[in-house]
């Protein structure tokens, strides 16, 4: 469903939560008549650098704090992403017949492009940017956002609109989908996250299966036929109404796969089928480590065919194609020690797929905020592959509970010293690996903050 922007004109808008996805929202607002406040909890020092973007703008500021009468006074109610939808005040609003919604499923209303959607607890950025690089390569007109990088809410502020929208969509953005319908549906994988935000693993699972709410009969949902949790909500009459992709690295599957359509990667190469002829990719020479990078390029060959990538674009990508930062980024060789930065391993299965990318020698450093995950999953790879485990920030003390025992583990006070100690505890073809399993916001702003911390302080090791 597409709304027209002609409806907002004189509509009272709340906005709750400032930051960049508040102002890209309110400038779109303001720009189609809306009578717009925004809310936050903030103060005016906090959102200093955020006020001066909206400087000038016929807008309400309530800061330093929510004001149960602002919430009632609206006529919609629109959450940032990082902002919990289930707060009493929201309930409260609701029960007098204010619509409380999410910026994505707002905004995405307004989008008359295709949107390919990419969700999964690991892999989404990854296998996003792939989408983009592979359809511009072919020379597609895309934009990407969503999750990682720019709101939804400002591509609607572009005047040239993309061919083909690409967004990442994290389960926060999705707990208030009513009408979001994506032309493709992406799902790379499902394990425990955010428990944090979610009072149970099932809170988290429906919010993420939001994403098959409308699918219909043109809608391709593309799906990792190796995760079981994934398989499982396959079965859901929502995903059965359009069509479905596999992708798997298992080639006991390959006959089934290839005989409905999807992607199998084994001995080096993707094989593909998405209409009647296979096709094949080379990934000898793919420069991505780990074998869940096989995982993203098949979700994202898939999803790229569909919109015109050409085969030859994809293969030179697939070539050369580096990565994203804080992903298993290869930092620097020292003295025969290899580093990687995977900062974004932010929960348990990111640091197990970041695991199966070696075989032993690893020097794992992990921790930060702590959100009641439980680590035992990663106790028997800990055992095989880690030599020495450093664990440091406010999550230390239960990672140590968990899987302090399956190898040399040290407890460290900072993050500077805890990557000293890692460097100082490695020989000569070993690898130091930051991937914490945590959060970082314990002390850091963000992961990309923790990670280009951890790569400035190894490339100042002699």
Same mark, same amino acid.
């Given at each position: 469903?597409?709304?027209?922007?002609?409806?907002? *004109?004189?509509?009272?808008?709340?906005?709750?939560?400032?930051? *960049? %996805?508040?102002?890209?929202?309110?400038?779109?607002?303001?720009?189609?008549?809306?009578?717009? %406040?925004?809310?936050?909890?903030?103060?005016?020092?906090?959102?200093? %650098? !955020?006020?001066?973007?909206?400087?000038?703008?016929?807008?309400?500021?309530?800061?330093?704090?929510?004001?149960?009468?602002?919430?009632?006074?609206?006529?919609?109610?629109?959450?940032?992403?990082?902002?919990?939808?289930?707060?009493?005040?929201?309930?409260?609003?609701?029960? &007098?017949?204010?619509?409380?919604?999410?910026?994505?499923?707002?905004?995405?209303?307004?989008?008359?492009?295709?949107?390919?959607?990419?969700?999964?607890?690991?892999?989404?950025?990854?296998?996003?940017?792939?989408?983009?690089?592979?359809?511009?390569?072919?020379? /597609?007109?895309?934009?990407?956002?969503?999750?990682?990088?720019?709101?939804?809410?400002?591509?609607?502020?572009?005047?040239?609109?993309?061919?083909?929208?690409?967004?990442? /969509?994290?389960? !926060?953005?999705?707990?208030? @989908?009513?009408?979001?319908?994506?032309?493709?549906?992406?799902?790379?994988? =499902?394990?425990?996250?955010?428990?944090?935000?979610? &009072?149970?693993?099932?809170?988290?699972?429906?919010?993420?299966?939001?994403?098959?709410?409308?699918?219909?009969? @043109?809608?391709?949902?593309? =799906?990792?036929?190796?995760?079981?949790?994934?398989?499982?909500? @396959?079965?859901?009459?929502?995903?059965?109404?359009?069509?479905?992709?596999?992708?798997?690295?298992?080639?006991? =599957?390959?006959?089934?796969?290839?005989?409905?359509?999807?992607?199998?990667?084994?001995?080096?190469?993707?094989?593909?089928? %998405?209409?009647?002829?296979?096709?094949?990719?080379?990934?000898?020479?793919?420069?991505?480590?780990?074998?869940?990078?096989?995982?993203?390029?098949?979700?994202?060959?898939?999803?790229?065919?569909?919109?015109?990538?050409?085969?030859?674009?994809?293969?030179?990508?697939?070539?050369?194609?580096?990565?994203?930062?804080?992903?298993?980024?290869?930092?620097?060789?020292?003295?025969?020690?290899?580093?990687?930065?995977?900062?974004?391993?932010?929960?348990?299965?990111? /640091?197990?797929?970041?695991? #199966?990318?070696?075989?032993?020698?690893?020097?794992?450093?992990?921790?930060?905020? #702590?959100?009641?995950?439980?680590?035992?999953?990663?106790?028997?790879?800990?055992?095989?592959?880690?030599?020495? =485990?450093?664990?440091?920030?406010?999550?230390?003390?239960?990672?140590?509970?968990?899987?302090?025992?399956?190898?040399?583990?040290?407890?460290?006070?900072?993050?500077?010293?805890?990557?000293?100690?890692?460097?100082?505890?490695?020989?000569?073809?070993?690898?130091?690996?930051?991937?914490?399993?945590?959060?970082?916001? #314990?002390?850091?702003?963000?992961?990309?903050?923790?990670?280009?911390?951890?790569?400035?302080?190894?490339?100042?090791?002699?």
């Amino acid at each position: 469903m597409h709304l027209d922007v002609s409806e907002l *004109r004189g509509k009272r808008i709340l906005i709750v939560g400032m930051a *960049r %996805t508040g102002v890209a929202l309110a400038k779109f607002l303001t720009q189609h008549g809306a009578a717009v %406040t925004i809310s936050d909890h903030k103060s005016k020092a906090e959102l200093s %650098t !955020f006020l001066e973007l909206i400087q000038g703008m016929d807008l309400t500021l309530e800061l330093g704090g929510h004001q149960p009468k602002t919430f009632l006074n609206q006529d919609v109610i629109i959450l940032s992403p990082g902002v919990p939808s289930h707060l009493k005040l929201f309930d409260y609003a609701k029960s &007098r017949g204010v619509k409380v919604t999410g910026e994505f499923e707002f905004c995405s209303q307004f989008v008359k492009e295709p949107i390919i959607a990419i969700t999964g607890t690991n892999g989404k950025t990854t296998t996003a940017h792939l989408i983009d690089v592979f359809l511009k390569e072919s020379g /597609v007109r895309t934009w990407i956002g969503g999750n990682y990088g720019a709101p939804i809410s400002e591509y609607l502020l572009q005047p040239e609109k993309a061919e083909i929208v690409i967004a990442e /969509v994290s389960s !926060f953005m999705l707990e208030h @989908a009513e009408t979001f319908n994506p032309k493709n549906v992406v799902f790379t994988n =499902l394990a425990e996250n955010h428990l944090d935000r979610y &009072r149970s693993m099932e809170e988290y699972v429906n919010a993420k299966r939001k994403i098959f709410l409308n699918t219909n009969q @043109a809608t391709t949902s593309i =799906l990792n036929a190796d995760d079981n949790a994934v398989v499982e909500l @396959a079965r859901d009459p929502a995903v059965q109404r359009g069509r479905i992709f596999y992708f798997s690295r298992k080639s006991s =599957l390959e006959p089934q796969i290839m005989n409905i359509g999807g992607a199998v990667s084994t001995d080096g190469q993707i094989r593909v089928r %998405t209409g009647p002829e296979i096709e094949y990719y080379d990934v000898k020479n793919m420069k991505m480590r780990g074998q869940h990078s096989e995982e993203n390029v098949m979700a994202a060959i898939l999803a790229a065919r569909e919109h015109g990538a050409k085969h030859e674009a994809i293969q030179r990508v697939i070539d050369t194609y580096g990565g994203m930062p804080h992903r298993l980024e290869y930092v620097r060789r020292v003295g025969g020690v290899e580093f990687y930065n995977d900062s974004k391993a932010t929960n348990v299965h990111a /640091v197990l797929r970041a695991l #199966d990318s070696y075989d032993e020698n690893v020097i794992l450093i992990m921790g930060g905020k #702590d959100t009641n995950l439980n680590y035992v999953p990663l106790k028997d790879k800990i055992r095989r592959k880690v030599k020495t =485990l450093i664990l440091v920030g406010e999550a230390k003390e239960r990672i140590n509970r968990d899987i302090g025992d399956y190898s040399e583990t040290f407890l460290i006070g900072t993050f500077e010293e805890a990557v000293l100690i890692a460097y100082q505890k490695s020989r000569i073809n070993d690898y130091v690996l930051l991937s914490p399993g945590a959060s970082s916001f #314990d002390i850091f702003d963000s992961y990309e903050e923790r990670g280009n911390y951890f790569k400035e302080i190894v490339n100042n090791f002699k």
